[in-house]
């Protein structure tokens, strides 16, 4: 079985990760900067910077929740800012409740095993099953902890669960899906191996706080270049 040291997340983990002195000043100094986020955005360099996305010069997306500007946030929440203006019409269906904190979007349903919500259904991805399929379902960040954070390990859960999301997909529809690479080797290897419904994707590498665009595979190891990822893929896959 592959280890790897589990990243420093602000606001995941059990409890008692939870209560160690460097997981609460992790979350002090994120709440932190949330608090005083009106007065760091403006002053930001990357208000007036861009990154490259589809062919596509796109600028990046800057928020207080969950400090953006500081993590792969600011590129993925951008990408999919994009995807959800251009398919405004038919079902929505999100993998892991995000688009919620950013006000970006209004899916008919969320499948979120942990957060709680209105809309939100508490299931495993994989024991999700609907009668209805989706015309755009959309998942941030998400897949890569199905298999990998989870106890026991399963080398094979990640793509049963990216299979299942595939397979809600109505004729004509698309899965909009992001998430670092470096983190899962499962996922990892499933994206380089290549997904024969794949419609397009790219792949974006941190430098600062800044990312540039490569059509190739590229995985870095998690948190090596900063918070959060050092490499990102995002995905654009029709239905099987």
């Known amino acids: 079985m592959l280890k790897t040291r ?46 490259l996305l589809w062919n596509s010069q796109t600028e990046y997306f800057l928020h207080k929740y969950n400090t953006t500007w500081r993590n792969e946030r600011s590129v993925e929440l951008s990408a999919v800012k994009q995807f959800l203006s251009l398919h405004t019409n038919g079902t929505l269906l999100e993998f892991g409740n995000v688009l919620e904190h950013y006000k970006l979007g209004d899916p008919d349903i969320v499948v979120d095993l942990y957060e709680k919500g209105l809309r939100v259904t508490n299931v495993d991805i ?47 529809g698309i899965l909009f899906i992001t998430a670092p690479t470096g983190h899962n080797p499962f996922l990892d290897e499933i994206i380089r191996d290549g997904i024969p419904s794949m419609i397009r994707q790219t792949f974006l590498v941190r430098d ?30 029709g239905p099987n």
């Not at 100094?29 to 930001?44: Q, V």
């Not at 998690?222 to 995002?234: F, L, R």
């Open 126 to 172: 994989v024991d999700f099953h609907s009668e209805v399929k989706f015309s755009s379902i959309v998942s941030i960040s998400t897949i890569e902890h199905v298999g990998w954070d989870e106890t026991p390990q399963s080398s094979t859960k990640t793509k049963i669960a990216l299979d299942r999301l595939i397979s809600l997909v109505s004729p004509g």
């Open 6 to 51: 589990k990243p420093l997340v602000a606001y995941g983990g059990n409890l008692l990760n939870k209560l160690r002195p460097r997981h609460i000043t992790v979350v002090l100094a994120n709440e932190g900067r949330m608090l005083f986020s009106r007065l760091i955005i403006p002053c930001l360099s990357l208000r007036k910077k861009h990154f």
């Open 208 to 237: 600062g706080f800044e990312w540039n665009a490569q059509s190739q595979f590229v995985s870095i190891p998690y948190g090596s270049k900063g918070p959060g990822a050092a490499s990102v893929w995002i995905a654009e896959i």
